[in-house]
Protein backbone atom coordinates (compact mmCIF):
# COMPACT_ATOMS: atom_id res chain seq x y z
CA UNK A 1 0.00 0.00 0.00
CA UNK A 2 1.41 3.43 -0.50
CA UNK A 3 2.82 5.46 2.02
CA UNK A 4 -0.48 7.89 1.51
CA UNK A 5 -2.79 5.44 0.92
CA UNK A 6 -1.34 4.17 4.48
CA UNK A 7 -1.78 7.76 6.04
CA UNK A 8 -5.30 8.11 4.75
CA UNK A 9 -6.78 5.03 6.12
CA UNK A 10 -4.81 5.61 9.47
CA UNK A 11 -5.99 9.01 9.62
CA UNK A 12 -9.36 8.20 9.29
CA UNK A 13 -9.40 4.69 11.52
CA UNK A 14 -8.33 7.39 14.45
CA UNK A 15 -12.01 8.95 14.31
CA UNK A 16 -13.77 5.23 14.65
CA UNK A 17 -11.55 3.89 17.35
CA UNK A 18 -11.68 0.58 18.25
CA UNK A 19 -13.01 -0.55 21.98
CA UNK A 20 -11.80 -3.38 24.00
CA UNK A 21 -13.71 -6.23 22.28
CA UNK A 22 -13.40 -9.52 20.36
CA UNK A 23 -15.38 -9.20 17.36
CA UNK A 24 -16.73 -12.15 15.28
CA UNK A 25 -18.29 -12.48 11.67
CA UNK A 26 -21.00 -14.76 12.82
CA UNK A 27 -23.93 -16.34 11.44
CA UNK A 28 -25.45 -13.01 9.63
CA UNK A 29 -22.02 -10.64 9.81
CA UNK A 30 -20.90 -9.19 12.86
CA UNK A 31 -24.09 -7.92 14.98
CA UNK A 32 -24.04 -6.59 18.60
CA UNK A 33 -25.04 -3.49 20.18
CA UNK A 34 -25.08 -0.86 18.36
CA UNK A 35 -22.89 1.15 20.12
CA UNK A 36 -19.77 -0.61 20.02
CA UNK A 37 -20.34 -0.88 15.77
CA UNK A 38 -18.51 2.28 14.69
CA UNK A 39 -15.01 0.90 14.27
CA UNK A 40 -15.95 -2.14 13.06
CA UNK A 41 -18.25 -0.76 10.40
CA UNK A 42 -15.51 1.72 8.89
CA UNK A 43 -13.15 -1.42 8.59
CA UNK A 44 -16.21 -3.56 6.62
CA UNK A 45 -15.62 -0.16 4.40
CA UNK A 46 -12.34 -0.67 3.93
CA UNK A 47 -12.67 -4.92 3.56
CA UNK A 48 -15.80 -3.79 0.75
CA UNK A 49 -13.25 -1.96 -1.07
CA UNK A 50 -10.64 -4.54 -1.30
CA UNK A 51 -13.76 -7.30 -2.10
CA UNK A 52 -14.99 -4.68 -5.15
CA UNK A 53 -11.33 -4.74 -6.62
CA UNK A 54 -10.68 -8.59 -6.01
CA UNK A 55 -13.94 -8.84 -8.28
CA UNK A 56 -12.38 -6.83 -10.72
CA UNK A 57 -14.83 -3.44 -9.79
CA UNK A 58 -17.89 -5.38 -9.52
CA UNK A 59 -20.29 -3.89 -6.90
CA UNK A 60 -20.37 -4.89 -3.15
CA UNK A 61 -23.21 -4.51 -1.31
CA UNK A 62 -23.29 -3.79 2.80
CA UNK A 63 -26.68 -3.94 4.78
CA UNK A 64 -26.73 -2.46 7.85
CA UNK A 65 -29.09 -4.14 10.32
CA UNK A 66 -29.69 -6.62 13.00
CA UNK A 67 -32.53 -8.52 11.39
CA UNK A 68 -34.78 -10.00 14.51
CA UNK A 69 -32.39 -8.59 17.24
CA UNK A 70 -33.97 -6.42 19.68
CA UNK A 71 -33.51 -2.21 18.58
CA UNK A 72 -30.66 -1.39 20.60
CA UNK A 73 -28.46 -3.99 18.51
CA UNK A 74 -27.16 -3.51 15.05
CA UNK A 75 -24.93 -5.51 12.84
CA UNK A 76 -23.49 -5.39 9.33
CA UNK A 77 -22.98 -8.30 6.50
CA UNK A 78 -22.00 -8.39 3.24
CA UNK A 79 -22.98 -9.01 0.04
CA UNK A 80 -21.01 -10.81 -3.22
CA UNK A 81 -22.05 -9.09 -6.70
CA UNK A 82 -24.38 -11.55 -7.38
CA UNK A 83 -26.00 -10.90 -4.03
CA UNK A 84 -24.28 -14.04 -2.43
CA UNK A 85 -23.78 -13.95 0.95
CA UNK A 86 -19.96 -12.88 1.47
CA UNK A 87 -17.30 -15.90 0.65
CA UNK A 88 -16.23 -17.82 4.04
CA UNK A 89 -12.39 -17.34 3.25
CA UNK A 90 -13.36 -12.71 3.70
CA UNK A 91 -14.93 -13.50 6.82
CA UNK A 92 -11.65 -13.99 8.44
CA UNK A 93 -10.21 -10.97 6.65
CA UNK A 94 -13.53 -8.89 8.11
CA UNK A 95 -12.44 -10.19 11.65
CA UNK A 96 -8.34 -9.55 11.26
CA UNK A 97 -9.22 -5.78 10.37
CA UNK A 98 -11.66 -5.57 13.09
CA UNK A 99 -9.59 -6.87 15.58
CA UNK A 100 -6.53 -5.41 14.34
CA UNK A 101 -5.34 -3.10 17.87
CA UNK A 102 -3.46 -0.24 16.36
CA UNK A 103 -3.16 1.51 13.53
CA UNK A 104 -0.05 -0.53 11.94
CA UNK A 105 -1.62 -3.91 12.95
CA UNK A 106 -4.92 -2.49 10.95
CA UNK A 107 -2.35 -1.40 7.85
CA UNK A 108 -0.41 -4.74 8.18
CA UNK A 109 -4.05 -6.70 7.98
CA UNK A 110 -4.69 -4.62 5.01
CA UNK A 111 -1.60 -5.70 3.26
CA UNK A 112 -1.94 -9.29 3.96
CA UNK A 113 -5.54 -9.77 2.20
CA UNK A 114 -4.00 -7.52 -0.74
CA UNK A 115 -1.12 -10.07 -0.81
CA UNK A 116 -3.34 -13.14 -0.09
CA UNK A 117 -5.25 -12.38 -2.84
CA UNK A 118 -3.15 -10.52 -5.34
CA UNK A 119 -4.97 -7.10 -5.48
CA UNK A 120 -4.37 -4.49 -7.44
CA UNK A 121 -5.21 -1.41 -5.63
CA UNK A 122 -5.11 0.72 -8.95
CA UNK A 123 -8.63 -1.12 -9.48
CA UNK A 124 -11.70 0.97 -9.26
CA UNK A 125 -14.06 -0.05 -6.30
CA UNK A 126 -17.83 -0.02 -6.03
CA UNK A 127 -20.07 -0.61 -2.90
CA UNK A 128 -23.89 -0.18 -1.99
CA UNK A 129 -25.15 0.46 1.56
CA UNK A 130 -28.71 -0.04 2.64
CA UNK A 131 -29.88 -0.12 6.34
CA UNK A 132 -33.05 -1.45 8.46
CA UNK A 133 -35.45 1.55 10.02
CA UNK A 134 -33.12 0.94 13.00
CA UNK A 135 -32.06 4.63 15.13
CA UNK A 136 -28.46 3.95 15.10
CA UNK A 137 -28.32 3.05 11.05
CA UNK A 138 -27.84 6.95 9.99
CA UNK A 139 -24.38 7.03 12.08
CA UNK A 140 -23.44 3.66 11.41
CA UNK A 141 -23.96 4.09 7.77
CA UNK A 142 -21.42 7.75 7.59
CA UNK A 143 -19.01 5.11 9.46
CA UNK A 144 -18.91 2.87 6.50
CA UNK A 145 -18.89 5.59 4.17
CA UNK A 146 -15.37 6.57 5.50
CA UNK A 147 -14.36 3.61 5.09
CA UNK A 148 -14.61 3.33 1.63
CA UNK A 149 -13.71 6.51 1.04
CA UNK A 150 -10.28 5.90 2.97
CA UNK A 151 -9.44 3.80 0.29
CA UNK A 152 -10.93 5.74 -2.61
CA UNK A 153 -13.77 3.42 -3.50
CA UNK A 154 -17.04 4.89 -4.83
CA UNK A 155 -20.23 4.20 -2.73
CA UNK A 156 -23.85 4.69 -3.54
CA UNK A 157 -26.24 4.69 -0.36
CA UNK A 158 -30.19 3.35 -0.87
CA UNK A 159 -31.19 4.59 2.41
CA UNK A 160 -33.43 2.73 3.91
CA UNK A 161 -34.56 -0.92 2.50
CA UNK A 162 -35.60 -4.36 3.13
CA UNK A 163 -32.33 -6.71 3.26
CA UNK A 164 -33.30 -8.74 0.21
CA UNK A 165 -33.71 -5.69 -1.17
CA UNK A 166 -30.44 -4.93 -1.07
CA UNK A 167 -29.22 -8.02 -1.87
CA UNK A 168 -31.88 -7.55 -5.33
CA UNK A 169 -30.40 -4.38 -6.02
CA UNK A 170 -27.01 -6.03 -6.04
CA UNK A 171 -27.53 -8.42 -8.55
CA UNK A 172 -29.11 -6.03 -10.75
CA UNK A 173 -26.24 -3.62 -11.01
CA UNK A 174 -24.01 -6.11 -12.15
CA UNK A 175 -25.37 -8.02 -14.15
CA UNK A 176 -27.22 -4.68 -16.01
CA UNK A 177 -26.68 -5.34 -20.01
CA UNK A 178 -25.71 -8.71 -19.46
CA UNK A 179 -27.97 -11.88 -20.92
CA UNK A 180 -28.40 -12.91 -16.70
CA UNK A 181 -29.69 -9.07 -16.50
CA UNK A 182 -31.72 -9.28 -13.07
CA UNK A 183 -33.81 -6.38 -12.75
CA UNK A 184 -33.67 -2.53 -12.33
CA UNK A 185 -31.32 -1.80 -8.98
CA UNK A 186 -33.90 0.32 -7.59
CA UNK A 187 -36.10 -0.46 -5.02
CA UNK A 188 -39.43 0.51 -7.90
CA UNK A 189 -37.38 -2.07 -9.78
CA UNK A 190 -37.59 -4.79 -7.16
CA UNK A 191 -41.56 -4.09 -7.02
CA UNK A 192 -42.25 -4.08 -10.40
CA UNK A 193 -40.59 -7.36 -11.28
CA UNK A 194 -42.46 -8.62 -8.51
CA UNK A 195 -45.82 -7.53 -8.94
CA UNK A 196 -45.80 -8.27 -13.08
CA UNK A 197 -44.86 -11.68 -12.14
CA UNK A 198 -47.28 -12.14 -9.45
CA UNK A 199 -49.94 -10.40 -11.79
CA UNK A 200 -49.14 -13.16 -14.63
CA UNK A 201 -50.44 -15.92 -12.16
CA UNK A 202 -52.85 -14.46 -10.01
CA UNK A 203 -55.11 -12.13 -12.54
CA UNK A 204 -57.97 -13.85 -13.34
CA UNK A 205 -57.65 -16.08 -10.57
CA UNK A 206 -60.43 -15.55 -7.27
CA UNK A 207 -58.75 -13.59 -4.85
CA UNK A 208 -58.10 -15.31 -1.39
CA UNK A 209 -59.66 -13.55 1.77
CA UNK A 210 -56.97 -10.78 3.01
CA UNK A 211 -53.76 -11.34 4.30
CA UNK A 212 -52.94 -9.94 8.12
CA UNK A 213 -49.03 -9.32 7.97
CA UNK A 214 -47.44 -8.20 11.09
CA UNK A 215 -44.36 -6.06 9.96
CA UNK A 216 -42.51 -5.98 13.30
CA UNK A 217 -42.80 -2.23 12.97
CA UNK A 218 -39.97 -2.35 10.67
CA UNK A 219 -38.84 -1.89 7.31
CA UNK A 220 -41.11 -4.99 6.18
CA UNK A 221 -44.20 -2.08 6.77
CA UNK A 222 -43.53 0.51 4.45
CA UNK A 223 -41.80 -1.80 2.03
CA UNK A 224 -44.77 -4.04 1.64
CA UNK A 225 -47.28 -1.22 1.08
CA UNK A 226 -45.24 -0.05 -1.74
CA UNK A 227 -45.71 -3.91 -3.51
CA UNK A 228 -49.16 -4.30 -2.42
CA UNK A 229 -50.04 -0.91 -4.23
CA UNK A 230 -48.07 -1.78 -7.42
CA UNK A 231 -49.66 -5.14 -7.09
CA UNK A 232 -53.36 -3.59 -6.93
CA UNK A 233 -55.42 -4.50 -3.94
CA UNK A 234 -58.07 -6.27 -6.36
CA UNK A 235 -55.47 -8.82 -6.83
CA UNK A 236 -53.85 -9.23 -3.18
CA UNK A 237 -55.48 -7.95 -0.01
CA UNK A 238 -53.05 -7.33 2.93
CA UNK A 239 -54.13 -6.17 5.87
CA UNK A 240 -50.95 -4.51 7.26
CA UNK A 241 -50.35 -4.72 11.74
CA UNK A 242 -47.60 -3.46 13.31
CA UNK A 243 -46.59 -0.76 11.20
CA UNK A 244 -44.83 1.70 13.73
CA UNK A 245 -41.17 2.34 12.49
CA UNK A 246 -41.46 5.69 14.21
CA UNK A 247 -42.04 5.10 17.75
CA UNK A 248 -38.31 3.90 19.51
CA UNK A 249 -38.58 0.77 20.88
CA UNK A 250 -41.25 -1.17 19.00
CA UNK A 251 -39.21 -3.23 16.38
CA UNK A 252 -39.49 -6.46 16.90
CA UNK A 253 -40.71 -6.12 20.60
CA UNK A 254 -43.32 -8.74 21.14
CA UNK A 255 -43.91 -9.42 17.24
CA UNK A 256 -42.01 -10.52 14.27
CA UNK A 257 -41.62 -13.92 12.89
CA UNK A 258 -38.92 -14.53 15.60
CA UNK A 259 -41.14 -13.95 18.33
CA UNK A 260 -43.86 -16.26 16.60
CA UNK A 261 -41.84 -19.03 16.18
CA UNK A 262 -39.86 -19.23 19.48
CA UNK A 263 -42.82 -18.45 21.52
CA UNK A 264 -45.19 -20.27 19.53
CA UNK A 265 -47.97 -17.67 19.92
CA UNK A 266 -49.65 -14.61 17.94
CA UNK A 267 -48.05 -11.53 18.14
CA UNK A 268 -49.14 -9.39 21.83
CA UNK A 269 -51.85 -7.03 21.24
CA UNK A 270 -53.70 -9.01 17.70
CA UNK A 271 -56.20 -10.45 17.98
CA UNK A 272 -56.82 -13.58 16.21
CA UNK A 273 -59.45 -14.90 15.21
CA UNK A 274 -60.61 -18.07 13.50
CA UNK A 275 -60.96 -18.27 9.74
CA UNK A 276 -58.26 -15.36 9.36
CA UNK A 277 -55.15 -15.57 7.52
CA UNK A 278 -51.71 -14.10 9.37
CA UNK A 279 -48.35 -13.80 9.03
CA UNK A 280 -45.25 -12.49 10.00
CA UNK A 281 -42.14 -10.60 8.95
CA UNK A 282 -38.74 -9.84 10.89
CA UNK A 283 -37.47 -6.80 11.31
CA UNK A 284 -35.95 -6.49 7.98
CA UNK A 285 -38.33 -8.58 5.62
CA UNK A 286 -35.81 -11.89 4.94
CA UNK A 287 -38.15 -14.31 7.23
CA UNK A 288 -41.65 -15.05 7.30
CA UNK A 289 -44.14 -16.99 8.91
CA UNK A 290 -47.46 -18.09 8.79
CA UNK A 291 -50.42 -18.64 11.43
CA UNK A 292 -54.09 -19.29 12.25
CA UNK A 293 -56.11 -19.99 14.92
CA UNK A 294 -58.04 -23.17 14.39
CA UNK A 295 -61.92 -23.75 15.12
CA UNK A 296 -61.33 -24.31 18.89
CA UNK A 297 -59.46 -21.22 18.67
CA UNK A 298 -55.52 -22.56 18.97
CA UNK A 299 -52.84 -20.99 17.63
CA UNK A 300 -51.46 -23.32 14.48
CA UNK A 301 -48.12 -22.02 12.94
CA UNK A 302 -46.78 -22.58 9.65
CA UNK A 303 -43.46 -21.88 9.87
CA UNK A 304 -39.89 -22.14 6.77
CA UNK A 305 -40.67 -26.19 7.15
CA UNK A 306 -44.16 -25.48 5.96
CA UNK A 307 -43.17 -22.88 3.98
CA UNK A 308 -40.62 -25.38 2.09
CA UNK A 309 -42.63 -28.89 1.87
CA UNK A 310 -45.42 -26.14 0.25
CA UNK A 311 -43.24 -25.22 -2.01
CA UNK A 312 -41.36 -28.20 -2.71
CA UNK A 313 -44.44 -30.38 -3.37
CA UNK A 314 -46.17 -27.55 -5.74
CA UNK A 315 -42.90 -27.11 -7.77
CA UNK A 316 -42.29 -31.00 -7.94
CA UNK A 317 -46.02 -30.90 -9.54
CA UNK A 318 -45.74 -28.36 -12.00
CA UNK A 319 -42.50 -29.99 -13.15
CA UNK A 320 -44.52 -33.41 -13.62
CA UNK A 321 -47.00 -31.73 -16.10
CA UNK A 322 -44.91 -29.70 -17.81
CA UNK A 323 -42.56 -33.13 -18.54
CA UNK A 324 -39.78 -30.49 -18.24
CA UNK A 325 -36.28 -32.52 -18.19
CA UNK A 326 -32.71 -31.59 -19.20
CA UNK A 327 -32.03 -31.37 -22.63
CA UNK A 328 -30.59 -34.87 -22.65
CA UNK A 329 -33.95 -35.98 -21.18
CA UNK A 330 -32.44 -37.09 -17.61
CA UNK A 331 -34.71 -35.60 -14.55
CA UNK A 332 -34.07 -32.12 -13.32
CA UNK A 333 -33.09 -32.54 -9.94
CA UNK A 334 -35.33 -31.42 -7.26
CA UNK A 335 -33.92 -31.27 -3.61
CA UNK A 336 -34.39 -29.69 0.01
CA UNK A 337 -31.88 -27.84 2.38
CA UNK A 338 -32.59 -27.77 5.89
CA UNK A 339 -31.05 -27.16 9.47
CA UNK A 340 -30.95 -28.95 13.20
CA UNK A 341 -34.08 -26.93 14.02
CA UNK A 342 -36.09 -28.53 11.27
CA UNK A 343 -39.00 -30.15 12.90
CA UNK A 344 -38.45 -34.16 12.43
CA UNK A 345 -41.78 -34.67 11.07
CA UNK A 346 -40.99 -32.25 8.48
CA UNK A 347 -37.89 -34.01 6.83
CA UNK A 348 -39.98 -37.01 7.52
CA UNK A 349 -42.78 -35.63 4.96
CA UNK A 350 -40.26 -34.63 2.56
CA UNK A 351 -38.27 -37.93 1.97
CA UNK A 352 -41.28 -40.26 2.61
CA UNK A 353 -44.16 -38.27 1.23
CA UNK A 354 -42.88 -35.88 -1.42
CA UNK A 355 -39.66 -38.17 -2.34
CA UNK A 356 -37.23 -35.53 -2.30
CA UNK A 357 -33.87 -36.01 -1.21
CA UNK A 358 -32.82 -33.56 1.94
CA UNK A 359 -29.21 -32.20 2.93
CA UNK A 360 -28.79 -30.64 6.45
CA UNK A 361 -26.32 -27.79 6.69
CA UNK A 362 -25.44 -25.92 9.93
CA UNK A 363 -27.22 -22.95 11.10
CA UNK A 364 -27.04 -19.74 8.60
CA UNK A 365 -28.86 -19.24 5.33
CA UNK A 366 -24.98 -19.02 3.94
CA UNK A 367 -24.56 -22.63 4.28
CA UNK A 368 -28.02 -23.47 3.22
CA UNK A 369 -27.66 -21.64 0.06
CA UNK A 370 -24.09 -22.86 -0.87
CA UNK A 371 -25.79 -26.67 -0.37
CA UNK A 372 -28.99 -25.75 -2.60
CA UNK A 373 -27.32 -24.52 -5.79
CA UNK A 374 -26.27 -28.10 -5.86
CA UNK A 375 -29.77 -29.17 -7.35
CA UNK A 376 -31.41 -28.12 -10.41
CA UNK A 377 -34.28 -26.80 -8.48
CA UNK A 378 -33.19 -26.47 -4.56
CA UNK A 379 -35.33 -25.37 -1.95
CA UNK A 380 -33.82 -24.16 0.94
CA UNK A 381 -35.72 -23.12 4.52
CA UNK A 382 -34.61 -22.38 7.73
CA UNK A 383 -37.56 -23.59 10.49
CA UNK A 384 -37.56 -19.78 11.66
CA UNK A 385 -38.88 -18.53 8.16
CA UNK A 386 -35.63 -17.84 6.31
CA UNK A 387 -35.30 -19.08 3.05
CA UNK A 388 -35.86 -19.32 -0.59
CA UNK A 389 -36.01 -21.34 -3.69
CA UNK A 390 -33.15 -21.52 -6.58
CA UNK A 391 -33.34 -22.43 -10.09
CA UNK A 392 -30.06 -23.31 -11.79
CA UNK A 393 -29.49 -21.80 -15.38
CA UNK A 394 -30.01 -25.73 -16.44
CA UNK A 395 -33.19 -25.52 -14.87
CA UNK A 396 -34.65 -22.01 -16.03
CA UNK A 397 -33.17 -23.37 -20.21
CA UNK A 398 -35.49 -26.37 -19.52
CA UNK A 399 -38.63 -24.55 -18.78
CA UNK A 400 -37.61 -22.21 -21.85
CA UNK A 401 -36.67 -24.77 -24.29
CA UNK A 402 -40.43 -25.90 -25.48
CA UNK A 403 -43.31 -24.27 -25.82
CA UNK A 404 -45.44 -27.81 -24.47
CA UNK A 405 -47.67 -29.82 -26.11
CA UNK A 406 -50.43 -29.69 -24.40
CA UNK A 407 -52.45 -26.64 -22.71
CA UNK A 408 -51.70 -28.35 -19.89
CA UNK A 409 -47.87 -28.70 -20.21
CA UNK A 410 -47.94 -25.14 -21.57
CA UNK A 411 -49.73 -23.47 -18.05
CA UNK A 412 -47.05 -25.64 -16.16
CA UNK A 413 -44.21 -24.20 -17.91
CA UNK A 414 -45.34 -20.75 -18.22
CA UNK A 415 -45.85 -21.09 -13.96
CA UNK A 416 -42.14 -22.65 -13.62
CA UNK A 417 -40.86 -19.10 -15.73
CA UNK A 418 -42.85 -17.05 -13.31
CA UNK A 419 -41.75 -18.16 -10.26
CA UNK A 420 -38.49 -18.28 -11.23
CA UNK A 421 -39.04 -14.51 -11.66
CA UNK A 422 -41.26 -14.11 -8.72
CA UNK A 423 -39.05 -15.97 -5.51
CA UNK A 424 -36.11 -14.12 -4.85
CA UNK A 425 -32.88 -15.65 -6.17
CA UNK A 426 -30.69 -14.08 -4.42
CA UNK A 427 -31.28 -14.73 -0.41
CA UNK A 428 -34.53 -15.59 1.18
CA UNK A 429 -36.81 -12.77 0.79
CA UNK A 430 -40.14 -11.95 2.78
CA UNK A 431 -41.86 -10.41 0.59
CA UNK A 432 -40.94 -12.52 -2.17
CA UNK A 433 -41.90 -15.75 -0.50
CA UNK A 434 -45.23 -14.14 0.28
CA UNK A 435 -46.49 -14.11 -2.62
CA UNK A 436 -44.88 -17.87 -3.51
CA UNK A 437 -46.89 -18.92 -0.89
CA UNK A 438 -49.94 -16.86 -1.72
CA UNK A 439 -49.60 -18.16 -5.48
CA UNK A 440 -49.44 -21.93 -4.29
CA UNK A 441 -52.44 -21.63 -2.55
CA UNK A 442 -54.32 -19.44 -4.78
CA UNK A 443 -53.85 -22.32 -7.34
CA UNK A 444 -55.83 -24.81 -5.35
CA UNK A 445 -57.87 -21.91 -2.96
CA UNK A 446 -56.37 -23.44 -0.62
CA UNK A 447 -57.05 -22.75 3.22
CA UNK A 448 -53.86 -22.34 5.62
CA UNK A 449 -55.92 -25.36 7.46
CA UNK A 450 -55.67 -27.30 4.59
CA UNK A 451 -51.92 -26.55 4.00
CA UNK A 452 -50.94 -27.43 7.40
CA UNK A 453 -52.82 -30.52 7.06
CA UNK A 454 -50.04 -32.21 4.68
CA UNK A 455 -48.00 -33.13 8.08
CA UNK A 456 -48.34 -32.82 11.62
CA UNK A 457 -45.49 -30.75 13.50
CA UNK A 458 -44.21 -32.97 16.29
CA UNK A 459 -44.07 -30.66 19.83
CA UNK A 460 -40.65 -28.78 19.47
CA UNK A 461 -39.19 -25.69 22.07
CA UNK A 462 -36.57 -23.48 21.60
CA UNK A 463 -34.74 -21.59 24.80
CA UNK A 464 -32.11 -19.04 25.29
CA UNK A 465 -29.60 -19.80 28.11
CA UNK A 466 -27.53 -16.81 29.10
CA UNK A 467 -24.02 -18.01 29.76
CA UNK A 468 -20.40 -15.93 30.70
CA UNK A 469 -18.96 -17.19 27.34
CA UNK A 470 -20.79 -18.82 24.46
CA UNK A 471 -17.46 -19.33 22.90
CA UNK A 472 -16.92 -22.51 25.00
CA UNK A 473 -19.68 -24.21 23.21
CA UNK A 474 -18.14 -25.47 20.08
CA UNK A 475 -21.24 -26.99 17.78
CA UNK A 476 -20.26 -30.48 14.78
CA UNK A 477 -22.16 -32.26 12.63
CA UNK A 478 -24.37 -29.62 11.43
CA UNK A 479 -25.37 -28.02 15.00
CA UNK A 480 -27.12 -31.85 16.01
CA UNK A 481 -23.69 -31.92 18.83
CA UNK A 482 -21.16 -30.64 20.91
CA UNK A 483 -17.91 -31.17 20.87
CA UNK A 484 -17.13 -29.00 23.66
CA UNK A 485 -17.65 -27.70 26.61
CA UNK A 486 -16.01 -31.79 27.41
CA UNK A 487 -18.91 -33.95 28.73
CA UNK A 488 -21.61 -31.55 27.98
CA UNK A 489 -23.00 -34.15 24.94
CA UNK A 490 -23.04 -37.16 27.16
CA UNK A 491 -25.53 -35.28 29.34
CA UNK A 492 -27.47 -34.57 26.64
CA UNK A 493 -27.43 -37.85 25.25
CA UNK A 494 -28.69 -39.60 28.35
CA UNK A 495 -31.51 -37.30 28.98
CA UNK A 496 -32.78 -37.76 25.32
CA UNK A 497 -32.87 -41.75 26.07
CA UNK A 498 -35.45 -40.86 28.38
CA UNK A 499 -38.13 -39.43 26.07
CA UNK A 500 -39.91 -41.00 23.11
CA UNK A 501 -39.14 -39.39 19.49
CA UNK A 502 -36.47 -37.34 21.81
CA UNK A 503 -33.74 -35.07 20.10
CA UNK A 504 -32.10 -32.25 21.39
CA UNK A 505 -29.01 -29.90 20.64
CA UNK A 506 -27.32 -27.38 22.00
CA UNK A 507 -25.05 -24.54 20.14
CA UNK A 508 -23.97 -20.63 20.92
CA UNK A 509 -26.58 -18.16 18.91
CA UNK A 510 -24.11 -16.22 15.85
CA UNK A 511 -26.36 -13.63 16.20
CA UNK A 512 -27.19 -12.99 19.75
CA UNK A 513 -24.91 -13.51 23.20
CA UNK A 514 -26.72 -16.76 24.27
CA UNK A 515 -26.53 -20.47 23.38
CA UNK A 516 -29.63 -22.16 22.14
CA UNK A 517 -31.54 -25.00 23.30
CA UNK A 518 -33.59 -26.61 20.79
CA UNK A 519 -35.84 -29.77 22.29
CA UNK A 520 -38.40 -32.40 20.28
CA UNK A 521 -40.60 -35.62 22.06
CA UNK A 522 -43.23 -37.41 21.50
CA UNK A 523 -45.87 -34.65 23.66
CA UNK A 524 -45.65 -31.35 24.50
CA UNK A 525 -44.86 -32.28 27.99
CA UNK A 526 -42.01 -34.47 27.42
CA UNK A 527 -40.74 -31.75 25.35
CA UNK A 528 -40.79 -29.21 27.85
CA UNK A 529 -39.38 -31.93 30.16
CA UNK A 530 -36.23 -32.42 27.77
CA UNK A 531 -36.21 -28.58 27.04
CA UNK A 532 -36.30 -27.50 30.35
CA UNK A 533 -33.66 -30.25 32.41
CA UNK A 534 -30.97 -29.34 29.35
CA UNK A 535 -31.34 -25.64 30.14
CA UNK A 536 -30.87 -26.35 33.48
CA UNK A 537 -27.56 -28.33 33.17
CA UNK A 538 -26.00 -26.13 30.65
CA UNK A 539 -26.97 -22.84 32.62
CA UNK A 540 -25.78 -25.02 36.40
CA UNK A 541 -22.90 -26.77 34.78
CA UNK A 542 -21.49 -24.08 32.30
CA UNK A 543 -21.48 -20.80 33.20
CA UNK A 544 -25.26 -19.51 33.25
CA UNK A 545 -25.55 -15.97 34.24
CA UNK A 546 -28.73 -13.95 34.58
CA UNK A 547 -32.34 -15.69 35.09
CA UNK A 548 -32.05 -19.60 35.16
CA UNK A 549 -34.62 -20.68 32.13
CA UNK A 550 -37.82 -22.18 33.56
CA UNK A 551 -41.86 -23.53 32.54
C1 LIG B 1 -29.85 -14.82 11.02
C2 LIG B 1 -29.39 -15.76 9.94
C3 LIG B 1 -30.23 -17.02 9.97
C4 LIG B 1 -30.18 -17.64 11.35
C5 LIG B 1 -30.55 -16.62 12.42
C6 LIG B 1 -30.32 -17.14 13.83
O1 LIG B 1 -31.17 -14.46 10.77
O2 LIG B 1 -29.48 -15.11 8.70
O3 LIG B 1 -29.73 -17.89 8.99
O4 LIG B 1 -31.04 -18.72 11.44
O5 LIG B 1 -29.76 -15.47 12.28
O6 LIG B 1 -28.96 -17.47 13.96
P1 LIG B 1 -28.34 -17.88 15.35
O7 LIG B 1 -29.11 -19.05 15.82
O8 LIG B 1 -26.90 -18.19 15.04
O9 LIG B 1 -28.51 -16.70 16.27
P2 LIG B 1 -31.63 -12.93 10.84
O10 LIG B 1 -33.02 -12.95 10.34
O11 LIG B 1 -31.50 -12.50 12.25
O12 LIG B 1 -30.64 -12.24 9.93
Not at 70 to 98: I, S
Not at 174 to 185: H, I, Q, R, S, V
Amino acid sequence: MSANTFALVVESSAKHPRPDQQFTYGTAGFRMKADLLDSVIFRVGLLAVLRSKSHRGKTVGVMITASHNPEHDNGVKLVEPLGEMLAQAWETYAMDLANAATPDALVAALNKIIAAENIDLAQHAAVVVARDTRPSGPALVASLVDGVKALAGVITDFGVMTTPQLHYVTRCINTKGTPDAYGEPTAAGYYKKLADAYLKIAKGRKPLSALHVDAANGVGAPALRELAATIGDQHLGVVIANDDIATRGKLNHNCGADFVKISQKAPEGIDLKPGQRWCSLDGDADRIVFYYADASGKFKLLDGDKIATLAAGYIMSLIREAKATHADGTPLKVGLVQTAYANGSSTAYVRDTLKVPVVFTPTGVKHLHHEAEHFDVGVYFEANGHGTVLFSKAAVKAFEATAGKSESERAALEALRTLSDLINQTVGDALSDMLMVEVVLLGTQQTLEAWDAGYTDLPSRQEKVKVQNRALFVPIKADTELAEPAGLQDKINEQVAKFRKGRCFVRPSGTEDIVRVYAEAETVQETEDLAYTVCGIVFDGYGGVGERPAK
